[in-house]
């Protein structure tokens, strides 16, 4: 990439610790106007920590930021805005309450201020950026995607010099993903500077001039996109090649043997959403189901573990060992030995304000029943320390809040609040999603050592290659029922895509 002289923002010698512990050390970054940056790296590496540095939201302990040449102190992120620097949260920071519209202006109000002309204005601006989100409609009633819509027109609103965007696209459909790259694009012409945070090292690789990578907090490597590959951007995030294992069979290559009948859906109905769905489940195998965004997956699953009820009127059977099953809550589907765990861990995988500890042994407690019990202190460290050395989740102790851990370790606490349940059917949702690579290739290993062991896993991804590696049967589901099934011979992603927009 061809920079200009100077850069717009940069930090030399940047650190930032956290009771005497590095989150980053010695970082040196920098961005150039018109630059699209993306920064690389395992959760826990402080690509967090350094992109919340450039926007505000905390101090450096060391070293000095610069924008534009200057030297700079932000104390609040509003500092940072009023200089120039927006950033886009993974989790959102909307005001759920307030119309989309009200949001986009938040702090920017006149002293008069009709809504019907904020609505107007915020229609115009949603439309010129391609985003089909109701500027009248409160937060609260958005899904997802359209959330991380509002929050990008937000900052894009600012006439920010610097916008910064932590997993952008985690949320966004294949359509979607598009408008946003193409939204950097304009961005970039108009001379802004762009830094992105992603796991999808594709997105990276394909829409990025520069690629930063950070590991333990430390600055390995800046290069130019173009002269990197996959293979290199992975060796450089974890120190070693894992480029074979990560979506290559395990270990073996054979596909594992149809067990017993565990599980099965007939005719399963849940409004417009899941339509007549039936299929079946078995021990020792990993079921693969693949399907887009609003193909009625998550739903299905929901149904299974009691989270969501089916129609009451024809809505179908769900059979447990052969018995028909119909839970109210999910405690029951729990205790009955089916774990459900969500795609959407921020918000329904675990409680932030709660230690790892605390997470574990709440999963613990659903599974025996023991909720109205006086609490045990012995019982929760004892579970906590079994579970946090078995998926190996990193913190700086047992009693840390959840939600001061990184991404993957997160997963691994909502994944150990299920597994201490001692389920016989476990349905993962999006296992992987905006989880770095070392995580992946160590929950991967987890699902094959659940399945060898005779549980009936249940893998839901979005991520063709995620379900060709890891499936013994693959199963594809469209308009909220199963439409097709492939032995993993048999199945391509050219096939399975078709089956499931056909």
């Known amino acids: 990439m061809k920079t200009p002289a100077a850069p717009l923002i940069n930090i030399k010698s940047g650190s930032k610790t956290y009771q005497g512990v590095y989150a980053i050390r010695d970082v040196d970054f920098d961005l150039y106007p018109g630059e699209i940056h993306a920064l690389l790296g395992e959760n826990g590496a402080g690509k967090s920590t350094l992109t919340k540095a450039l926007a505000g939201v905390l101090e450096l302990s060391e070293g000095q930021l610069f924008l534009e040449g200057q030297a700079q102190n932000f104390k609040d992120p509003r500092d940072a805005l009023e200089a120039g620097i927006a950033m886009v949260f993974q989790e959102t920071s909307l005001v759920p309450t307030m119309t989309v519209a009200q949001n986009l202006y938040l702090g920017e109000e006149k002293f008069f201020n009709r809504l019907r002309g904020l609505y107007i204005s915020a229609q115009q601006f949603l439309q010129g950026l391609n985003f089909g989100v109701d500027p009248t409609l409160n937060v609260a009633m958005l899904g997802a995607a359209q959330k991380q819509m509002v929050e990008i027109a937000r900052a894009v609103l600012h006439n920010a010099k610097v916008i910064i965007f932590d997993e952008p696209t985690a949320s966004l459909t294949p359509e979607e993903k598009q408008h946003f790259f193409k939204l950097l694009n304009d961005l970039k012409a108009k001379g802004v500077g762009v830094v992105f945070i992603s796991h999808a090292l594709e997105e990276a690789l394909e829409h990025a001039d520069r690629i930063t990578i950070l590991r333990d907090g430390a600055h390995i490597l800046t290069k130019d996109a173009a002269d990197m590959d996959r293979e290199m951007v992975i060796q450089a995030m974890v120190g070693r090649d894992l480029s074979d294992k990560l979506y290559s069979r395990h270990a073996g290559s054979a596909r594992r043997a149809r067990g017993r009948k565990v599980l099965s859906v007939e005719n399963l109905s849940m409004q417009n959403i899941v339509k007549n769905n039936s299929f079946s489940v078995y021990g020792g195998q990993i079921t693969g189901i693949f399907g887009l965004i609003g193909s009625g997956r998550t739903e299905t699953a929901k149904i299974i573990a009691g989270v ?23 405690e029951q589907a729990i205790q009955n030995g089916i774990a459900y765990i969500t795609e959407d861990r921020k918000i329904e995988g675990f409680f932030e304000t709660m230690t790892i500890g605390e997470n574990i042994y709440m999963g613990d407690l ?48 909502v994944i150990a609040k299920s597994l201490v349940q001692r389920p016989r059917v476990v349905i993962f949702d999006e296992p992987t999603r905006g989880v770095d690579v070392g995580a992946i290739q160590e929950i991967h290993e987890l699902l094959n050592a659940l399945a060898d062991d005779g549980l009936a896993v249940v893998v839901i991804s979005s991520y063709l290659p995620e379900i060709l590696n890891l499936s013994d049967r693959i199963l594809v589901e469209r308009q909220g029922r199963i439409v097709e099934e492939f032995s993993p011979e048999q199945a391509t992603e050219a096939k399975i895509m078709y089956a499931a927009v056909h």
Do not use: M
């Open 366 to 413: 659903a599974a025996t029943g023991k909720s109205g019990t006086l609490l045990s202190a012995s019982r929760r460290k004892s579970v906590a320390a079994e579970w946090i050395k078995s998926l190996n989740v990193k913190a700086l102790s047992d009693e840390a809040k959840v939600v001061e851990l990184s991404g993957g370790n997160q997963q691994k606490v």
């Open 308 to 330: 969501v009820k089916r129609d009451f009127s024809h809505g179908g059977e769900v059979y447990l060992d052969g018995k028909p099953q119909r839970y109210r809550i999910p």
